[in-house]
Every structure is written in C-alpha cells, then in structure tokens.
C-alpha cells in the first residue's frame, strides 16, 4: 500500500498531542490521550476556581458551550441535547421515561449482545416495568448484522429498536440509515449508541433521522469521563417525561421551587443535577478540536489505517474479529488473541513498550484516530504479532 502523506489538519492534531512523541497510540476506543487544548481548558476552570472561588456564570456557559459543540458535531441544535454525566445514566433516564409512556405501540425493547453493558443493562431493568427486551445474538465473529436488526423488526414491531453504531468490543459498524428507515416505518423509535463511532464517522441526525443518540467524550473526542451527551429528536421531545429527573431538568431551575415538577421543552428535561462543569471544560476543548480537524477528514484517514491494519494483521498471522471489510468498521479493528488473559498479558508487555493498545475479553483492539501515523500501525501490528507467537 502507498504510503500517504498527511494532510495539514491532522498533522496540526497530532502537533497539540505531546504524548505522540514517545509512544504510539492505539487505544483511543477506550481513552484519547491529552491534547495541549483540553489541558489548557481544565487549566482554565482551575484559574477561575482559584481566583474566583465562584463563577457560576462562566461555569454555567461553558457546559453550554459544551452542549453546542455536541450539538454541531451531530447537526442538531443545542436544544436538542441533554447533558449528563455517563452514557448509562442518560439511558436510564430514557428508560424511565419510555415505561411511563402509554402511547407506545408496544412494551418492547430490540436491543443485542453488541450494545455496550451500561445501555444493555438500562434496557434490562425495563423488564422489572413489564417491558420485554429481546437481546440479539452475535454471530461467531462477535458480529450482529444488519439483517438480524431487520429481522427483529418484521417480527412484532417493538417501541424502541437500539443500536450500538460502532460495536465496542470489535468495532462492526451498522448501516444506520436503512436501519432507521426500516424501524420508522414499523413505527418504532430508533436509539443509537454512537460513543465508539462519533468523532470517527460523520453522523447527522438531520440526514439519517435517529429518534435518540447518546456518546461521551472520553474516546475519540479527546475529553475525560464524566460528562456524556443525549440528543432527543423534537419530534418526540414533548411526550416524554423521566422519572428519573433532577432540578436542571425544570423549565426554570432557578425558580427553586420545590413542589413543582414540570419538565424543560427541550432535550433539557434530561438534564439531572449540578452540571459536570469541570468535565464540560475537557468536553468542550476536546470536541472544538475535533471539529477544527474535521470528522470526513478523520474517517478517511482512519480508514485507510484500517485497511493497512487487517492486511497487515493478516500477513503477520494474526486472527481478526469482526467485520473484515474495514468499510464496515468504526477506527477499531480487533484482534483475537484467545483468552481475556493473553490479551491483558499483551497489552500490558505492548505498554511497556510504549505501544498503547486496549484490550477487551480476549481481543486487542488497535483503535487508530486522526493524529495515527502509518508507521505506528505497522510497529504495533508487527511487535504484537511477535509477542503472540511466543505463547
Ligand atoms: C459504545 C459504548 N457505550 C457506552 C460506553 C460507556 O458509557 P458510560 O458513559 O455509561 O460509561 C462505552 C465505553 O466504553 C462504549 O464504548
């Protein structure tokens, strides 16, 4: 394969990344590493802290400057967007909401084994509320496919159809858009999980009209956790109400008024508590660049790093997980190395080479991002591929 020079964009992503300069960096499936940004935003909440004591007002206009920049990277309005402090407690929130609502055509989650844990898990605890939740299963590839989504569908059509975009575990990428069309048309909403695709592949909720999109920061849009993102489409804003609620959830917060639940016109009545401010600073710096890099010019890149990785992976003997066309994959593309512990065992070996990858059950993921050179994909394939024939 040629090799590509990198265009100007990710080379000045790659310049505010002082940890690149020593190590190789592949494991931005579960933690971007430290933008010269990001630390300048956290650097700035300490500043105000510091000199200020409070400054609830900056503070405040921040988390929203985090809610917009969200809202941009997916084509949404601020409005449109909750902000939390985990991918699991939105969900939950959404949870509580979807029981409570008795226009629903049925009580019926589609949910798979793909879905991360934290959002499986909140569709779970829908059973103790009578909803039934079906669980698709993966093939021996760890893959659930677009067909069996489809499948699902024809069958009695459930309220909510939910879907990881980018498989965690192996980085399969669903087709969202025929996958939306497909369930609107049987009348149910579609929820998607997009932490392990946004930042990585373009998504806009205008073109392809999901009904619910939730992702934290920490992944690829260079944040820290403790701070995650819902988007709630206007279409069905108004009728949801969540039990699981909090005072920044009222249309006037400020009103402290203790007896009143009323819920906020927009996504906001997702909103729970005390916003996470300090974690909305990284949020908001991390995404700003993100979006100054350009998502289309990151899936591209990222891309052509997948190719490389599953040929080069199937050159040095390794055996892939997942879909094997990278087209169908998110920046992850996934190893099998045979146990959790061989895989934790090579990990840790690679990280003390300076080689950062992250393991998940017995794979290794090399989740490559914008700022990923070539040459670090080969040094990281070819060193892994050693370690694993020394059983
Ligand atoms: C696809 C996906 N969803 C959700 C999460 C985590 O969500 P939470 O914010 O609840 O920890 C992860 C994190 O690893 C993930 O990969």
């Given at each position: 394969m040629p090799d590509r020079e990198l265009s100007d964009p990710l080379d000045a992503l790659r310049e505010q990344i002082p940890l690149l300069q020593t190590h190789a960096y592949l494991a931005n499936c579960s933690?971007?590493?430290?933008?010269?940004?990001?630390?300048?935003?956290l650097e700035g909440f300490l500043t105000t802290w510091s000199e200020d004591g409070m400054d609830w007002e900056i503070w405040m206009a921040e988390v929203e400057r985090a809610r917009s920049a969200f809202a941009a990277l997916i084509g949404a309005s601020p409005e449109q967007i909750a902000v939390g402090t985990s991918v699991s407690q939105l969900v939950s929130s959404l949870a509580s909401a979807l029981?409570?609502?008795?226009?629903?055509?049925?009580?019926?989650?589609?949910?798979?084994?793909?879905?991360?844990?934290?959002?499986?898990?909140?569709?779970?605890?829908?059973?103790?509320?009578?909803?039934?939740?079906?669980?698709?299963?993966?093939?021996?590839?760890?893959?659930?496919?677009?067909?069996?989504?489809?499948?699902?569908?024809?069958?009695?059509?459930?309220?909510?159809?939910?879907?990881?975009?980018?498989?965690y575990a192996n980085g399969a990428l669903l087709p969202l858009d025929e996958l939306v069309e497909d369930?609107?048309?049987?009348?149910?909403?579609?929820?998607?999980?997009?932490y392990q695709s946004i930042g990585t592949v373009p998504i806009n909720v205008q073109s392809t009209p999901v009904d619910f999109l939730a992702a934290g920061t920490l992944k690829y849009l260079c944040g820290t956790a403790g701070i995650a993102f819902l988007y709630v489409s206007p279409r069905v804003q108004a009728e949801l109400k969540p039990t699981i609620t909090g005072?920044?959830?009222?249309?006037?917060?400020?009103?402290?008024?203790?007896?009143?639940?009323?819920?906020?016109?927009?996504?906001?009545?997702?909103?729970?508590?005390?916003?996470?401010?300090?974690?909305?600073?990284?949020?908001?710096?991390?995404?700003?660049?993100?979006?100054?890099?350009?998502?289309?010019?990151?899936?591209?890149?990222?891309?052509?790093l997948s190719t490389l990785a599953q040929e080069l992976g199937q050159q040095l003997?390794?055996?892939?997980?997942?879909?094997?066309?990278?087209?169908?994959?998110?920046?992850?593309?996934?190893?099998?190395?045979?146990?959790?512990?061989?895989?934790?065992?090579?990990?840790?070996?690679?990280?003390?080479?300076?080689?950062?990858?992250?393991?998940?059950?017995?794979?290794?993921?090399?989740?490559?991002?914008?700022f990923t050179r070539e040459e670090e994909i080969r040094h990281a394939l070819t060193t892994l591929a050693d370690l694993a024939k020394k059983a």
């Open positions: 933690q971007a590493p430290l933008a010269r940004p990001v630390r300048a935003a029981v409570q609502d008795s226009q629903l055509l049925s009580r019926r989650i589609v949910s798979s084994v793909a879905e991360f844990p934290g959002v499986a898990h909140a569709w779970l605890a829908t059973r103790a509320a009578g909803w039934q939740v079906e669980q698709l299963e993966a093939d021996e590839r760890g893959v659930v496919s677009a067909e069996q989504f489809h499948a699902a569908l024809q069958q009695t059509p459930p309220s909510l159809l939910s879907l990881p975009h980018v498989c369930a609107h048309e049987r009348g149910a909403y579609v929820f998607v999980d997009a005072w920044f959830g009222r249309q006037n917060p400020f009103a402290f008024d203790a007896r009143l639940l009323d819920y906020a016109p927009g996504a906001a009545r997702f909103d729970l508590g005390t916003p996470p401010v300090i974690n909305a600073y990284t949020a908001r710096a991390g995404m700003e660049l993100i979006l100054q890099t350009g998502v289309e010019r990151i899936r591209a890149h990222v891309l052509h003997g390794l055996t892939l997980a997942g879909p094997v066309d990278p087209a169908k994959r998110g920046a992850t593309t996934a190893f099998d190395v045979g146990s959790p512990e061989r895989a934790h065992q090579l990990e840790a070996i690679l990280r003390q080479q300076n080689i950062v990858v992250s393991a998940r059950g017995q794979i290794v993921r090399s989740a490559p991002h914008g």
